[in-house]
């Protein structure tokens, strides 16, 4: 249990919108009322994390990068960064396949796609 939780706690989800970057739930946000889009993507780190749950192995971590459309529905996924580990590559683009159909894209979101870049990480404690 506590390797799950020390990978939902560094699995990375960065925004690539606009030349902006955010990783939500890191702390670094601004004192303002949370972003509608922090928290849609909070939301798309824990259904993905959900069907990852623990699956990560020591060594290079893949970067899988997809497209969430306006209703939800995911496209495009491959695989960024590879780990050197096909399989493992493989069990990465699974989750976030399983994971899908994600909620519908806030209203405040201007683009017909969004397009997420997200980080499988693997830790031997919580931080």
């Given amino acids: 249990m506590e390797l ?12 690539c919108f606009a ?3 955010a990783v939500p739930g890191t702390g670094t ?9 922090d928290t849609y993507l909070a939301a798309v780190n824990r259904k993905v994390n959900d069907r990852w749950g623990g699956l990560g192995l020591q060594g290079r971590q893949p970067v899988i990068t997809f497209e969430i459309g306006r209703d939800g529905q995911v496209a495009n996924v491959s695989v960024k960064d590879s780990s050197g580990n096909r399989y493992y590559d493989l069990t990465a683009m699974r989750a976030v396949a399983e994971a899908a159909p994600f909620p519908k894209l806030p ?3 201007p683009g017909s796609v969004l ?13």
């Fill in 4 to 15: 799950i939780r020390a990978l939902i706690a560094r699995m990375i989800v960065v925004l």
């Fill in 19 to 21: 030349g902006l970057a």
């Fill in 29 to 37: 946000a601004c004192a303002q009322p949370p972003d509608p889009l």
């Fill in 107 to 109: 209203d405040e979101f």
């Fill in 115 to 127: 397009r997420v870049h997200m980080g499988f990480n693997f830790a031997t404690k919580a931080p």
